[in-house]
């Protein structure tokens, strides 16, 4: 029976990860290296760079792991990390758009949280995708992947601000697929139900119970869908994965 991890598929592609220090991003940044992809992660504290850089291993000499300290809430942030990628590797073939903020309800915090979430949420997603496309398009091949949330659908009570974020990412995803699919683009929407990452406010002994309860994901589980959504063959386009713990009822 054919494997349906093609890991070929994966070597030696260029891969940017935003918010690859932590949760997911951290985790797929792992896995990816070590299907040999050239990998430039993303995060806005040096320290946890190096620690990640630090946790990646890969088998062979030529594979190229890189770190850019940069907030993708920021213009010329996201613009010196688009830099670095065209002068590394001369390109890019694929984008993991994860870098993302939690927040509450709107009746939480005042107008300087709200955009600073909104910008880093939505803004910085826009803003990679379209400076990733300026360097797909003449390639005429590429894959984005965007991290959203299953909130996103079920629009929680008390979480509004990061529903209203995830929602436009979903919006967006949608649209922009239509859009570029047929310019040979492939565009994935992953949206985890609850994960173990630092965004969920609980005690490392209350998410390790929800672990163990099969309520709560950990990052590893949503690292290896994107490997099987980046390991699928050229004429496969996987539009929406929705990836949630057994037991959380959603």
Known sequence: MTDIFNLERIA?????????????GRAVAIKLAACSANIV???????????????????????????VVADMSVKEDIEKVFSTVKEEFGGLDILINNAGLGFGAITEGDYKDWEYVIRTNVMGYLACSHYALKEMLPQEKGHIIYIGSMS?????????????????????????????????????????????????????????????????????????????????????SIVELKIKPLKQIL
């Open 152 to 236: 996103a659908d079920e629009r929680e009570a008390g979480g509004s601000v990061y529903v209203a974020t995830k929602s436009a990412i979903q919006g967006f995803a949608e649209s922009l697929r239509k859009e570029v699919n047929t310019k040979g683009i492939n565009i994935t929407l992953i949206e985890p139900g609850a994960v173990d990452t630092d965004m969920q406010e609980l005690s490392e002994e209350d998410k390790k119970r929800r672990i163990e309860a099969m309520e709560m994901l950990i990052s590893d589980d949503i690292a290896q869908s994107m490997i099987y959504v980046l390991s699928q063959s050229e004429r496969t």
């Open 12 to 24: 030696g592609k260029r891969i940017l990860i935003t918010g690859g220090t932590t949760g997911i």
């Open 41 to 67: 992660i993303v995060g806005r504290d040096q320290q946890a760079i190096e620690d990640t850089l630090e946790a990646i291993q890969h088998d062979d000499n030529e594979t190229k792991v890189l770190g």
